[in-house]
C-alpha cells in the first residue's frame, strides 16, 4: 500500500504558459508592449482511504511537468518568477528559492538559450503547492442510480462545471461499461446542486465548452488545441479499470494569480491566465452491489496495556440476499489503519508488504462472513486510538471505527 506521500504523489499540476514577445533587435523596444498566455491544470485527488462524503479533499497539489512557451522575434532577456511552490526539479538551472523560483533567461527566435549554449524550447519545473479544493462532492445511489451532488465552498461563482462519471465494473463482474458527462452552467457561492440542475452531454460538447471559456479568457487556438489534445484522454477516456471521475471546473485569474503568483520583467501589458481545477477519486456511496457488504474490524480486547499484544481481524459480510462477486487487480483485498488522537495515522496494515500482482477473485455468498486478514498490534504510546478497515474495491466500503484504549502498566 503506498504511503500517504506516495499517494499524494498521484496528485498532479501541469501548466503550459505561453508568452508571447513581440522583440525587435537584441532588446525589447516597447517594454509593456507585449502579453503572456498561460493555461494549467490542477490535477487533485479528492480524499484518501478515510474519506468520508462530503468532505473537503486534501490541500496539497503536487505539481509536474509545467512548461512556459516564448514566441517572439529577435532576441532579448526576460526574468521569470514564479511564487507559492516549493520546487523539485526545473530545467535550464535556475534559482530555486524558499517559496518558489526564478529564472533569467535569453530568448533567441522563440527557443531559450543556456549559458552553456543548449537550446530550449520551453522551460520546465515541477514541484508541489497547497491549494483548498473549491468544492465537495460526492456520487450517491439511489435505487440502484447514481445522483451527483456537488457544492461550492467558494466566495465566487463557479462556471462550466463539467463532470465526468465512467463505470468500468471491473470489481463486480457481468456489469457493463458506461460513462457520463454533465454540464453545470454554474454553481453559485455556498450553494449545492444534485443532477437534476445539470445537463447530460457527450465528449464533443464537453471539449467544446473547454474551448470556449479557454478562447473567451484569451487563449489563442493553438493553445487551446494544445490543452485539449494533452487533457481529452485523461478527462473523457479513462482507462478500463474500476470507476473514475473528473470534477473539471474554472478558476478565476484572480484565485490563480493568489495560488500561483507569476510575475516576468520586463512587465507584459497583459497576462492571461486559465487555471481548471481537475477533482478525482469524489466519493461513491451505496454503489450496488457494495451496498450489501459490510466491512468490520474485531478485536481480541478493547482495553490494554502498554506493549500488551493486541489481536485484529478484518472480515467483509455478505448482507444481501445474492451472491457477490468481486475481482481485484493484485493480491490485496483489505487493508486497515490505526489512527492516534490527534488524527495521525500512526501504524498501516499493509505498509512495507508485498503483493502478489496477479487478478484475485472473491466470491461472498449471502449472509457469508470472509475473513480478510489477521493482524498483530503490540502499542507502545498510551492514548485512545481508532481503528478503520477498507475493502479494496473501488470505491473502498469502509467498516465503522472501533476504538482502543491504552493505559499505561
Known sequence: MATMYERMKKYLLILSITGILFI??????????????????????????????????????????????????GESDVSVTIKNITIEKMIPEGNIEKDGLKWNVKIVNDEILAPNGTKYEHLFYEGVIKMDSPVIANVTYTCGAPDIHIKNMREYTLTDVIFVYADYGDYMTGEDDWIKIFHFDKIEPHTAVSTEYGEEIDNKTAINIIYDKCLAAGLNDAEINELIEHWNKYWFSPSNYGIHIRLISFMPQDVYDTVLPMSISPEPDSIKRVGILTLTNVPVVNRPPLENLTV?????????????????????????????????????????????SDGTEIYRWSEGKYFIQVITTLTIKPKETVILLTDEWKPSIEGTYTIRAWLETTPHVLSDPVMINVMAD
Open 296 to 340: 468490520n474490524v474485531t478485536l481480541d480486547r478493547y482495553n490494554v496495556s502498554l506493549n500488551e499484544t493486541v489481536n485484529i481481524s478484518v472480515s467483509v459480510t455478505n448482507v444481501g440476499n445474492q451472491p457477490i462477486n468481486l475481482t481485484f487487480p493484485t493480491a490485496k483485498t483489505g487493508d486497515f489503519s490505526i489512527i492516534d
Open 24 to 73: 525587435s533587435g537584441c532588446t525589447i523596444n516597447n517594454t509593456g508592449k507585449f502579453e503572456v498566455h498561460e493555461w494549467g491544470v490542477f490535477l487533485q485527488e479528492y480524499g484518501n482511504t478515510t474519506t468520508f462524503s462530503l468532505t473537503q479533499s486534501p490541500e496539497i497539489v503536487y505539481v509536474k511537468k509545467p512548461v512556459i512557451y516564448f514566441h517572439g522575434v
